[in-house]
């Protein structure tokens, strides 16, 4: 027995001490060939085996094997994975791995996106793992509410209806760019979310510049830009298919396919989903059709074309109307609760509902003169067509919550089947309550153009134009007659009286021609550790409106002259690296941005134009610090922005009776604030995330006495705006958020993400503060809500596959997301929207 012993020992030595001898130790650092910087949170395994680590924020990894030889696999979301063999330990130096989508660098160029510890501005980038593992059905932008200084909510809940603030601007004053190319309503600066129904399948990262951001084109942000770029086509063939099912009767089913690079240089990818459902929210049935498409040519080595299409065909129904609290209190369907629809012969119909497709394509040239020179351009077109939907008629105020004879139910839904056997009774006399849709249609051109050459090894010249030609075509149409034999109208001078039909046109029809010249330049230095730039713009605004209704075919006054806005900027900032671990930056900017067009045409008609509205005027300035450490990341921003000259438009009841608008001058506003964000990489399996967002967004000044004048300068109105230090309302001014991610497996993730959202103060037109002492907006209650979400991979047969579950809102938190101030500034009289509750999702991806 101790002679068996001994022998077991003396084997138990030996094993050890080859294990020992054949142990190996590989390191190596990681980057991405379409930016040349680091790819933090790469996996690197060896072959054969579950060992594996990941790249730290620096793209730095060491992997430790039991093996004196031997293969590692290194991959990444959005790049070719790499095979290196390694004998013995082995510092593998810098590895980089190519892109797996051809042009996709050049479309970054273009895209102006921001480099961490070179580009001084405070951003925030989501990639595509990210977004396929959290979005599920969340409205797009609110992928990025752990973000500093965004607000996103489903605003009333139908889908496609979301929207985000970006440090207490609406999007209206938030460049939001896809591919480098402006997607803002060029007449409002608008961004409807719902026109882009299936970005999330197709995005390859999204990227939060806050402040005055890193786009080179001369796009006057306010509060920051959002940058979306989606992807080009495979380098290798292959594809997926999909689908997601979630509560409401949500369903979702997908497939992409991609050619990959073929011998000839051509690559194809294409993409497609269909998406419908009930809606959490009562009454908001939906369905969408999207589709993506991007062929890319090498022609040879100095010329590329690529050609994108992409779009979402969709119609949803919506809750338009904000509710008292007490309204969902008393309703039997609670946080639901939707007043804008109803049944009709025993079918959902909507009173209120949006329809819009807009395709949106673009062909991409990309030029290398030589060495040190180059030329991207994209010339693109959109053809936007749909609207939304509302009431019409002498007694459209029967849809109204206020008229309870034409519910089914106390707070029940629409009684249709009431409204039209009344209209059929009218007989000859038409319809007294119909529905319409208010269109927007548009045809949008534009080419955008940058020149990118070396000065030096230290110096980079930028510059480029920027062009864009938009159409809007407003109108409304008749939708349904409700029973009725036609609906009467008198608004159209060049066919009074008439008596429409389903398709025809009413209340009115013009044309809103807007015009866009930008030049910029921009002047790149970098050397060692100091990184900088100077950019100066320009641009010329146009705007010009032909009205079909007001004015005879035969009245000049039917079309206008056009009226042009001159605007400029300069920025410039620089970041310097103190080590390998701290970086400072800062940068300061002023902007004159063009009036909205409804400042230019305040009263809706061609005859009282503003034709010298005054420029908004922005002043910015931000200051960073950066840490990255082995485990440790963090960003610490404080930035402050003066916002003079807000366009304020007051309306007013003349002398006569008559309606009129008008500017008024002087409206300023504040907003500072401090932004922290962090990720902390407690063990290789466990990564942390959090983010602190602290707010001071305030009206500067107060407006007393200003004068309105009518044609012949006789004061009209006298206008005061008691607003000095009150808050600006409709965003959370404070926000934190607190996320774990946690790798259970080589092929199982597990995240849960916390949000914060606090000082979220009730919107209000300061033109209505016109009494001093008014007092604050209604400050909404604070809440808080938890995410989750789990993802496995696994091989089914030859093929590799996903299964994503995710679930937000875990605890079913009821909260106020967005709400209307109302009289006294208190609870009672506010007009709010709830937040979702309880919601989940469960998809699956087979890739081939």
């Not at 594809?239 to 992409?256: H, P």
């Not at 109208?489 to 008439?498: K, M």
Request: proline share 2%; net charge negative; hydrophobic share 35%.
């Amino acid at each position: 027995m101790k002679k068996f012993s001994k022998c077991l020992l003396v084997l138990v030595v030996l094993l050890c001490t080859t294990l020992a001898f054949s142990q190996s130790t590989i390191s190596g650092k990681l980057l991405g060939s379409d930016m040349n910087e680091p790819l933090p949170g790469a996996n690197i395994v060896e072959k054969g085996t579950s060992n594996g680590t990941t790249t730290d924020f620096d793209g730095n990894f060491t992997l430790k094997t039991n093996a004196s030889s031997g293969e590692l696999v290194i991959t990444f979301v959005g790049y070719n994975s790499q095979t290196i063999s390694f004998s013995g330990d082995q510092n593998l130096g810098t590895i980089t791995l190519a892109s797996s989508e051809v042009g996709l660098q050049e479309i970054q160029i273009i895209a102006s996106v921001a480099v961490d510890r070179k580009t001084p501005v405070a951003v925030s980038t989501v990639r595509a793992a990210d977004i396929e593992l959290k979005l599920g059905t969340q409205e797009f932008p609110e992928i990025l509410k752990s973000t500093p200084g965004v607000y996103a909510t489903k605003s009333g809940g139908g889908y496609g209806d979301g929207r985000i603030n970006l440090r207490g601007f609406s999007s209206e004053n938030v460049a939001v760019m896809i591919n480098g190319i402006p997607v803002n309503d060029m007449e409002n600066g608008a961004v409807y979310w719902s026109n882009w129904g299936g970005l999330g399948d197709v995005t390859s990262s999204m990227q939060v510049q806050r402040g005055l951001g890193a786009s080179k084109v001369a796009v006057p942000s306010v509060g920051g830009t959002i940058n979306i770029v989606t992807k080009t086509t495979d380098v290798e063939a292959g594809g997926n298919v999909y689908t997601t099912l979630a509560n409401d009767g949500y369903k979702k089913f997908g497939l992409t396919y991609s050619t990959g690079l073929m011998e000839n240089g051509l690559a194809a990818t294409v993409s497609a989903s269909k998406t419908d459902g009930d809606g959490y929210v009562d009454g908001t049935e939906f369905n969408a059709v999207s589709y993506f498409i991007n062929l890319s040519k090498e022609i040879n080595d100095n010329h590329k074309l690529s050609f994108s299409a992409f779009g979402a065909k969709q119609r949803h129904g919506q809750r338009q109307n904000r509710q008292l609290i007490e309204t969902f209190n008393e309703s039997e369907r609670g946080k639901k609760f939707n007043a804008d629809w109803g049944y009709k012969n025993g079918q959902v119909t909507h009173v209120e509902d949006n329809f819009y497709h807009k395709p949106q394509m673009s062909l991409n040239h990309y030029w290398t003169l030589n060495d040190k020179t180059s030329v991207s351009t994209a010339a693109y077109a959109s053809f936007g067509s749909g609207g939304g939907g509302g009431t019409a008629g002498s007694l459209s105020s029967k849809f109204n919550l206020s008229s309870p004879d034409y519910r089914i139910g106390n707070l029940g839904t629409v009684d249709f089947d009431k409204i039209v056997d009344e209209n059929i009774a009218n007989g000859a006399n038409g319809s007294t309550a119909a529905l319409r849709a208010s269109r927007n249609d548009h045809i949008w051109y534009g080419i955008l153009s940058t020149l990118k050459t070396d000065l030096s090894d230290e110096l980079v010249l930028l510059g480029g134009l920027d062009f864009r030609d938009y159409t809007g075509i407003h109108f409304q149409e008749v939708t349904d007659l409700l029973g009725g034999q036609y609906l009467a109208d008198n608004s159209n001078v060049n066919n009074p009286n008439a008596a429409l039909q389903v398709g025809d046109k009413r209340s009115y029809h013009n044309d809103g021609k807007v015009g866009w010249l930008g030049v910029f330049g921009q002047l790149e230095y970098s050397k060692d550790k100091l990184a900088g730039f100077v950019s100066l713009s320009a641009s010329n605004t146009s705007y010009k409106r032909i009205d079909y209704f007001n004015y005879l075919d035969s009245d000049p006054l039917q079309e206008t002259d056009r009226y042009n806005f001159l605007g400029f900027g300069a920025k410039g900032g620089a970041n310097y690296n103190i080590d390998g671990n701290h970086n400072v930056f800062v940068n300061l900017g002023y902007f004159e941005k063009a009036p909205d067009f409804d400042a230019v045409f305040t009263q809706f008609d061609n005859e009282h134009i503003i034709e010298d509205a005054e420029n908004e005027k922005v002043l910015s300035f931000e200051l960073g610090y950066g840490f990255r450490g082995d485990r440790l990341t963090a960003n610490v921003n404080l930035y402050r922005t003066t916002w003079r000259d807000r366009t304020e438009t007051v309306g007013f009841q003349q002398p006569d009776g008559t309606f009129a608008s008008a500017n008024v001058l002087g409206v300023n506003a504040i907003h500072q604030g401090i932004e922290i964000d962090l990720v902390y990489k407690a063990t290789e399996k466990l990564k942390l995330t959090g983010m602190a967002s602290l707010g001071d967004w305030r009206w500067e000044n107060n407006i007393e006495n200003v004068t309105i004048l009518d044609e012949d300068q006789n004061v009209i109105r006298t206008v005061n705006l008691f607003i000095e230090d009150l808050h600006v309302g409709d965003a959370a001014q404070t926000t934190f958020a607190l996320g774990a991610n946690y790798q259970l497996t080589q092929d199982t993730k597990f995240t849960v993400d916390y949000n914060y959202f606090d000082n979220l103060y009730a919107d209000y037109d300061p033109s209505r503060r016109g009494v001093a002492g008014a007092p604050d907006a209604w400050k909404v209650p604070a809440y808080g809500v938890f995410d989750t979400a789990v993802s496995h991979g696994f091989k089914f047969g030859d093929f590799d596959a996903v299964l994503t579950a995710r679930m937000n809102n875990i605890f079913d938190t009821e909260y106020i997301s967005d709400a209307n101030d109302g009289a006294g500034s208190v609870s009672q009289t506010a007009l709010v929207y709830y937040g979702y509750g309880r919601t989940f999702s469960v998809g699956a991806k087979l890739k081939f």
